[in-house]
């Protein structure tokens, strides 16, 4: 039996490896998720009324509407902030569909080198490495935005803002 070092894994190494890395247990879930309204359900979410937040704290699952924390960060933006928000989630999104897109295209390549009848471990390596960089790009670029989102609201806002980031953040085990 041979030592797991980094260029010689194991084939349960790389599955980790490659769930880990996103794919999750259905193996291009991705894909699905981005056919039906971003979510990983079919869109039975967007369907539920469980999608984009709704403004003022309306209906929901009593989320950020008045309560504990105050009025929803949203239900308070000008329209001002609400364009230059707007401007700064459409420059996200155009940032992070190619990202997004090879991620996917890496994750296909991990699992159809994983599985192959003699896989190179150095070329599969080197993907998980690609992959790696890839989303640390993607964190990045996700924090900066967070970052700049801030910056349009003011201190009252913030505070209301950063409660719903950790809050989506927690369920979403980082995402935003």
């Known amino acids: ?7 010689n894994l194991g084939f349960s190494s790389v599955l980790a490896a490659v769930l ?8 291009f879930g991705g894909a699905v998720a981005a056919q039906h309204g971003g979510h990983g ?7 539920a009324g469980k ?8 209906g929901g699952d009593g989320g950020m509407g008045g309560g504990l ?13 609400q364009a230059r928000l707007d401007e700064l989630k459409v420059r996200q999104k155009k940032m ?17 080198m994983a599985l192959a009848d003699d896989p190179d471990e150095r ?8 992959m790696l960089s890839l989303r640390r790009q993607m964190m990045m670029a996700k924090f900066r935005h967070i ?27 980082g995402g935003h």
Not at 99 to 107: E, G, L, N, V, W
């Open 1 to 7: 039996m041979k030592a797991n070092t980094p260029l």
């Open 20 to 27: 880990w890395l996103g794919a999750g247990p259905p193996l």
């Open 41 to 47: 359900d079919g869109g039975k979410a967007m369907m």
């Open 51 to 58: 999608g984009k937040p709704m403004k003022g704290g309306e």
């Open 69 to 81: 924390y105050g009025a929803d960060w949203e239900s308070t933006l000008t329209d001002e902030q």
């Open 96 to 112: 992070m569909m190619p990202m997004k897109a090879r991620a996917r295209a890496i994750r296909a390549d991990l699992v159809t």
């Open 123 to 130: 070329t599969l390596s080197s993907k998980v490495d690609e």
């Open 147 to 173: 970052m700049a989102r801030r910056e349009v609201l003011t201190p009252e806002q913030r505070r209301s803002f950063d409660v719903h980031v950790m809050k989506k953040m927690s369920k979403k085990g």
